[in-house]
């Protein structure tokens, strides 16, 4: 039986102070697809080999393909939902990161998750920034393929 991940409630900053320091996660475990690589390629531009020559990347020291850090990056969004929701502002944006870390690769086929800990709560005039720090992982290492920090922006 698996258990299913119920995601936090966050209505008010109130909701996000008491949830400093509370780990998030784990989310599902996300497969890594070579299509998904190559969507990913197209949508940047970044056709770099080690993503898209999947002959080429066969004989690097990788053995494979990878995925791009931004495209790893770019699904903290999704991820996140499923962890943490709210309610009850204004408005919310995505006001940034800051120090995105890409300390080991992503193979296609790698399988990918994230945690996430509400790290700090800035208020601001009418509001708060929020500082996720969220962190995805590999299944079968050790060592995180991505660790930044996310800067929420609520107004309540």
């Known amino acids: 039986m698996t258990l299913q ?6 209505n008010s900053i109130a909701d ?3 949830l400093v320091g509370v780990e998030l996660g784990p989310t599902a475990w996300h497969q890594i697809t070579q299509d998904q690589i190559r969507a990913f390629a197209d949508m940047t ?3 770099q080999w080690i993503h898209v020559d999947e002959e080429r990347a066969s004989r690097s020291t990788f053995g494979s393909t990878l995925a791009h850090g931004l495209y790893v ?3 903290g969004p999704g991820l996140m939902s499923s962890l943490l ?3 009850g502002f204004s408005r919310s944006l995505n006001y940034g ?3 995105v870390r ?3 690769p992503t193979p296609v086929g790698s399988s990918i998750r994230m945690r996430a800990m509400v790290t700090s709560v800035v208020e ?3 509001g708060a920034d929020v500082i996720t720090t969220r962190t995805f992982e590999r299944r079968g290492t050790t060592k995180p393929v991505c660790v930044v920090e996310n800067v929420g922006r609520y107004y309540e």
């Not at 991940?5 to 966050?10: I, T």
Request: charged residues 20%.
């Open 73 to 75: 990056l770019s699904l």
């Open 97 to 99: 990161y800051n120090r």
């Open 16 to 18: 996000f102070c008491a």
């Open 5 to 10: 991940h119920v995601p936090r409630r966050a």
């Open 124 to 126: 601001i005039d009418g």
């Open 45 to 47: 531009g970044d056709h």
């Open 102 to 104: 890409f300390p080991s």
């Open 85 to 87: 929701t709210f309610e």
